[in-house]
Antibody, heavy 118, light 108 residues
Framework: EVHLVESGGGPVQPGGPRRLSCAASGLTFSSSWMNWVRQAPGKGLEWVASISPDGTSKAYVDSVKGRFTVSRDNAENLLFLQMDSLRVEDTAVYYC???????????WGQGTLVTVSS | QSALSQPASVSGSPGQSVTVSCTGTSTDVGGNNYVSWYQQHPGKAPKLVIYDVSSRPSGVSNRFSGSKSGNTASLTITGLQAEDEADYYCSSYGAKRMFGGGTKLTVL
């Protein structure tokens, strides 16, 4: 059974950093495209970032470019999202998601809430 | 603003059928067969219910089906049940990674 377990969420002040982690099990992590998708309170889903299986190809939604960095550790089956210069509008539940192919997201974690507030 | 347009809400009575539409462009929905649909219950993570326009993942009820015509994809749920009440989101391979704005399904 596939498990994606996010951690690292919590309160953070505007301008501050936060690092999210996602521990994967039950899937061939090292051959999977992985993503972060977020959902602001009461809002819809927003794709945030993706990373190729070997970590060399990355993509970001325009609103986080230059502030967020996605990375992975295939030896430990871990996915990360380093979030810097956080803004109030980054407040959301962040989901770790596997892309089976062609942007089809077949496995989702339970999410971790990041709250940016002073 | 989502490039994939969905109605904000739909509703139906138990046992009825409902259809949720997802309208894109020729660069996404209309240009490939990689449309997917996700079901999300309140406080829960989204769940994939349809992929590749009309395929169902293992374990998803056959009451869920998908189709596409031109730039519009559709999710149809037949034999509505109370447990189907949820938010539904579409997504499509294309120029930009994005989801539709979501549709709230209410079972009356």
């Amino acid at each position: 059974e596939v498990h994606l377990v996010e951690s690292g969420g919590g309160p953070v002040q505007p301008g501050g950093p936060r690092r999210l982690s996602c521990a994967a099990s039950g899937l061939t992590f090292s051959s999977s495209w992985m993503n972060w998708v977020r959902q602001a309170p009461g809002k819809g889903l927003e794709w945030v970032a993706s990373i190729s299986p070997d970590g060399t190809s990355k993509a970001y939604v325009d609103s986080v470019k230059g502030r967020f960095t996605v990375s992975r550790d295939n030896a430990e089956n871990l996915l990360f999202l380093q979030m810097d210069s956080l803004r109030v509008e980054d407040t959301a539940v962040y989901y770790c998601v596997r892309d089976r192919e062609y942007w089809t997201f077949d496995y989702w974690g339970q999410g971790t809430l990041v709250t940016v507030s002073s | 603003q989502s490039a994939l347009s969905q109605p904000a809400s739909v509703s139906g009575s138990p046992g009825q059928s409902v259809t949720v539409s997802c309208t894109g462009t020729s660069t996404d929905v209309g240009g490939n067969n990689y449309v997917s649909w996700y079901q999300q219950h309140p406080g829960k993570a989204p769940k994939l219910v349809i992929y590749d326009v009309s395929s169902r993942p293992s374990g998803v009820s056959n009451r869920f089906s998908g189709s596409k015509s031109g730039n519009t994809a559709s999710l149809t749920i037949t034999g509505l049940q109370a447990e189907d009440e949820a938010d539904y989101y579409c997504s499509s391979y294309g120029a930009k990674r994005m989801f539709g704005g979501g549709t709230k399904l209410t079972v009356l």
